[in-house]
């Protein structure tokens, strides 16, 4: 199975070798860094490191990037596709079960989840609150089940590197990607992985920020569920699937 | 209506127009997102003439100050302007992101054939990947 692994960065160049030597050691597939506009030298890290490396010009967010790996990947004729992060927060040794997974159970979108299997991880209370909330939400709009609805390490299929090539949140993308799966009938599964911990940098979600992320992943569940009442979203995955 | 409710009706939907109208003659402002504008600038000052119709409108809706109806129906019309401007804003940034996402994997195309095109001139083995010497970013 042809794989690309898209290694999302910003402002990572301290720790952006280091994440694609494990990732290389740990999965034989091409690597693909996704530079949401550093200004630090990530790029040439990546160069330097020997994989392909595309820059965004300006930072345009998380899904805008991600889009891109979609995009290459869709054209390129990959097979599947599977986002780490490029701050070390996701253990590459979770990168062979994910690209297993895609491989042996037929799924569509493969989610690495800090919580199944006992795994405990270093967050608070309050955001393991907010993870059960989106995850009870996500499994009453659209039947989908999963522990870890934010987890950015994920593998996807062909059907669903198609789809999200077309159309991918610009913003948080993570949990409403899993929304559009589950809407599209799109089989989703979780693996589990310990969580590590950003090695370098701030933690991104600062309280203002996870007001707003609480706001707009909850709003664009409700609206999915409104799309699914009114049939448009019917309508329009016969469209991005013809 | 009093004459001096009529005089500030008038004032301030011409003062309206005229700022678009400036605003349109710099070239700061498109015809397409200027005309729901004007048409409430006209809107202002063709109530504050014919005040039965405002007299009218007012008694519609059960307000007995008839120059609250004018608020209303300005209050309406920034509100429709202001969504128009929301809905206006999402698509450009859709294509706005769409442009940087296509310059962005050019961008890396154009360096990948450059770095074969150097290595076919030189000795070199074919990696497929970018050429490491060019780590300059746009």
Known sequence: MRMLVAVLAYNEAEIIEKVIAAAKRALDAEILVIDDGSQDGTQAKALAAGVRCISLPVNAGIGVAEQVAFMVAAEEGFEALIRIDGDGQHPPEALPLIAATLAEEDADLVVGSRYVNGYRQ?????????????????????????????SGFRGYSRRAIEVFACDYPDDFPEVEAILDAGHMGMRVREVPMAALGREYGDSVIKPSVAVYYMSKVSLSIAVGVLRKLTGSHRRETAKREA | MPLEQTIAGIA??????????????????????????????????????????????????????????????????????????????SRQSRSYYLLIQQIAILEEKVRRIEGTEAQDEGPGEETGAGMPDMTGKA
């Open chain 1, 122 to 150: 270093p967050h608070g209370k309050l955001r393991r609150l907010g993870t059960r909330f989106l995850s009870a939400m996500l499994r009453a709009s659209c039947g989908v089940a999963v522990t870890d609805a934010t």
């Open chain 2, 12 to 89: 301030i939907g011409a003062a309206m127009a005229l700022l678009v109208l400036e605003l349109l003659r710099r070239k700061a402002l498109k015809e397409r997102y200027a005309l729901l504008w004007l048409v409430l600038a006209a809107v202002i000052i063709i109530l504050s003439i014919e005040g039965t119709v405002l007299k009218k409108i007012a008694d519609l809706m059960g307000i007995r100050y008839a120059p609250t109806a004018l608020f209303l129906i300005g209050l309406l019309f920034v509100f429709t302007i202001l969504i128009h401007i929301s809905v206006v804003l």
